[in-house]
């Protein structure tokens, strides 16, 4: 497994950088001439300057997949104990499991926080209480079933740019147009194999798909708008937290009173902090992901923010030490690494 480089060749993105990747959070699949239009800059140095942090692996613009399309259960929330000195050596084998989609480093009692999403041909029943806990070195496990997102990582917004220039943007922002698609097996095997694709580039275009699949630009443009317009495929973009100013990954879960809880959720997802959110089970049922500009803003959260919620009895926060996994993109260190390619399944016939 590649390791963290020094510090001191630790990437920066520079004001033109960051205006880009906070224009690719409002619309990550905007055409580049837009895009430079927008941040009033040449189109040559938009497109050099994106293609730049795609090459650096600083950034990636990949899609989301519909969770109900891709899973077997809903997700779980997993909090690992190793035992002393083998956090390194389970995370090794935890990153083997193509089910587990976000693991953060965390400074609490449980040193491993993980996102799991049993994909359709696992047994999540087996994942929790097979696979993962015979992990050589984990000491225990607490599991917690997510049951309803409230904010997902693609609505998160990195809010550097004006009112004027996000209005703008948002013209050209993927929105769901159309009805759902209810089960892979209703899509052609082009609109399967498109799917793919855009799993691993979000923002790839029609010609590159007719190209790459061997058909035509048009009927390639057809497969890509049924797939984002039904929200089967969601772009989405992903960066190192660090590089935005955002260097501390913090888990928060709070217990809410029941009549408090929608209140709470309602609150916390408009919070530019929060980049994740849901309902969980156990004695706290709200559980939320965020980015922090460091230890103050995260006190500063959980004292002001959290404090001033109705209903709120306790809150149980933790650091992150380091982000190892997001939506099935390794890290390393701000860069990003490889991608989980055994995502996207068909369901075995009945």
Known sequence: MPRHSSRAARPALDEVDLDVVAALHVAPRVPIAALADVLDIPTSTAARRLARMQDERLLQVVGRFAWELITSSNPFELWITSAPGRSR???????????VQFVLH???????YVNLFPLLGSDHEQLLTETIPSIPGIRATDSRMILEPAKVGQSWRFRRLDAERTAALEGHATVTTGPPVRDLRDLSDLE?????????????????VGRTLGVSASTAARAIRLLVGSGAVSPRVEVQPELLGFPLNAIVTIDVR?????????????????????????????????????????????????????????????????????????????????????????????
């Open 89 to 99: 050596a389970v995370l090794s084998e935890l990153l083997r499991i193509p089910d």
């Open 106 to 112: 965390t400074s609490g009692p449980a040193d491993l």
């Open 192 to 208: 399967f194999r498109t799917m793919r694709l855009l799993g691993t580039n979000g923002r790839i275009t029609a010609a590159e």
């Open 258 to 350: 029941p009549r408090d809880v929608r209140g709470a959720l309602d609150a916390l997802a408009a919070h530019p902090n929060v980049r994740l959110l849901s309902t969980v089970t156990g004695s706290a049922p709200v559980s939320l992901a965020g980015v922090f500009e460091g230890p103050g803003a995260l006190a500063t959260f959980v004292r002001d923010d959290l404090g001033a919620l109705p209903g709120v009895r306790s809150v149980q926060s933790v650091a992150g030490l380091r982000l190892e996994r997001r939506y099935w993109i390794d890290r390393e260190g701000p860069r990003l690494g490889g991608q989980v390619q055994d995502v996207l399944r068909l369901p075995h016939s009945s």
